[in-house]
């Protein structure tokens, strides 16, 4: 069993910057691909980007590449995502999510955090 925090949300002006992460309970959590989503009001979960167990792969939806980084330093049990550049479209509940494949959708991961609020003003 993997229990997932995410912390870093707030509020920031469009082109500011924050980085989320995702602390991970559990001695797997190096095992697991890991990955951020995000869900807007009256609007579905979204993958946002994803990360291999080694950290060596990662992948990023069209909206956020070049923006965007997502990490792990599996000696922390934590993965980060980092965002610059942020727009108001980027407003959301940020997700973590861990899971033994990697991918885009949901489906991929066993184990979800309750959430971090993002709100990006213009």
């Given at each position: 069993?993997v229990?997932?925090v995410?912390s870093?949300?707030?509020l920031v ?7 989320l992460?995702c602390?991970?309970s559990?001695r ?5 691909a890991?990955g951020?989503?995000r869900?807007?009001p ?6 946002v980007a994803?990360?291999?167990w ?9 909206s956020?590449?070049g923006?965007f980084?997502i ?36 489906s991929?991961y066993?184990y979800?955090g309750?959430g971090?609020?993002v709100?990006?003003?213009?």
């Amino acid at each position: 069993q993997v229990q997932l925090v995410e912390s870093g949300g707030g509020l920031v002006q469009a082109g500011g910057s924050l980085r989320l992460s995702c602390a991970a309970s559990g001695r797997t959590f190096s095992s697991y691909a890991m990955g951020w989503f995000r869900q807007a009001p009256g609007k579905e979960r979204e993958f946002v980007a994803a990360i291999s167990w080694s950290g060596g792969s990662t992948y990023y939806a069209d909206s956020v590449k070049g923006r965007f980084t997502i990490s792990r330093d599996n000696a922390k049990n934590t993965v980060y995502l980092q965002m610059n550049s942020l727009k108001p479209e980027d407003t959301a509940v940020y997700y973590c999510a861990g899971g033994v494949g990697v991918g885009p959708t949901a489906s991929h991961y066993d184990y979800w955090g309750q959430g971090t609020q993002v709100t990006v003003s213009s």
